[in-house]
């Protein structure tokens, strides 16, 4: 233990319980605040940064945000724990009870014995990594926007009655709008940004990248171009993970991360595969000489197109193969 202290916070609507672990052991009885910016403001001022090792929560369907804000503008370390790293140390050590303090306090001793044996500087991204939460939170209404859209085009092709293919008609129009609209302020807003509209432009610069991925990636992996590529790959959920046990092997697979960036990733690889001829010629090899199914190649050819986006954002460097 270093002797610093790790913070543990369970995340509720109107509320924040608050439990500290010192030195291998609690520290107070723990305290609860309202989830609101003056309250947390208030119990973030009494803290030492210095002597601070690591605020761990759980996302909590975005009510965890006034927390996450107010960490950031302070520069504190933190760490988003998922839920099921929690769930797993919670059985380890034997825990039954489940209230909002001890939860608290099962996460203040989550991050002094287990993330702190990790590299903070690459787990605490949201210390100084957090990216444009705005942003953010356009690209994901603006992901939104694009599935309603999909669900009532799909009620029109099948609709009959006149008055229901009116009424979808028009819902498809106001989305429409909607969507127009989130896009050109997602623009806008990387425009404004010279930082932010650099790196856009330097994105772009790979073929078969096109705007909403460059927008996507700037606003859901602020960590871009800060990793290496096997753990971008990672993060985002495109790392292969072996399932072995005894003589029983099978097959690796892909998922967790961020599902969003990978669904952009998605399209992006079957637009790469036709315009870029790196892309091209690496997913024919796959196919062809080793014998891998499309779906496997096509996660291959996304994982390619990530690191290389993620060494573009590294080096702050147009993409060097034009010609491709």
Not at 72 to 94: M, S
Not at 102 to 129: H, I, K, T, W, Y
Not at 173 to 179: E, I, K, Q
Request: aromatic residues 4%; charged residues 25%.
């Amino acid at each position: 233990m270093d002797g610093k202290l790790y913070i543990g916070i369970d995340v509720s609507k109107d509320w924040l319980d608050i439990a500290g672990h010192d030195a291998g052991q609690a520290v107070g009885r723990g305290v609860r605040i309202a989830n609101t910016a003056a309250a947390v403001t208030a119990w973030r001022v009494t803290l030492e940064p210095s002597q601070i090792g690591l605020i761990a929560f759980e996302p909590t369907g975005g009510y965890e945000r006034v927390l996450r804000q107010d960490l950031v503008a302070a520069k504190l370390p933190f760490a988003r724990v998922h839920p099921n790293e929690v769930a797993a140390f919670r059985t380890r050590c034997g825990v039954k009870a489940k209230t909002d303090a001890r939860d608290a306090q099962l996460l203040a001793e989550f991050a002094a014995r287990e993330l702190s044996r990790r590299e903070l500087s690459r787990r605490a991204l949201g210390c100084g990594v957090e990216g444009d939460l705005a942003l953010r939170e356009m690209t994901v209404r603006r992901r939104q926007l694009v599935d309603l859209l999909q669900a009532e085009r799909c009620r029109a092709a099948i609709a009959q009655a006149g008055i229901v293919r009116a009424d979808i008609g028009g819902i498809i129009g106001v989305l429409t709008a909607s969507l127009d609209a989130i896009e050109a302020a997602i623009a806008a807003r990387i425009a404004a940004n010279a930082e932010l509209a650099q790196r856009a432009a330097n994105l772009r610069t790979l073929k078969g990248i096109g705007p909403v991925t460059v927008h996507t990636l700037i606003a859901e992996l602020p960590e871009l171009g800060l990793l290496t590529g096997k753990e971008i790959a990672a993060l985002v959920g495109l790392a292969p993970r072996n399932r072995e046990s005894g003589k029983r092997v099978a097959r690796a697979s892909t998922g967790h991360g961020r599902p969003g960036v990978r669904r952009v990733l998605f399209n992006a690889a079957r637009s790469a595969m036709r315009w870029n001829s790196i892309m091209r010629d690496f997913y024919q090899r796959l196919v062809s000489h080793n014998k891998r199914p499309g779906k496997v190649a096509l996660t291959a050819v996304m994982r390619k197109l990530l690191v290389t986006l993620n060494a573009i954002a590294r080096d702050n460097q147009p993409w060097a193969h034009r010609d491709t």
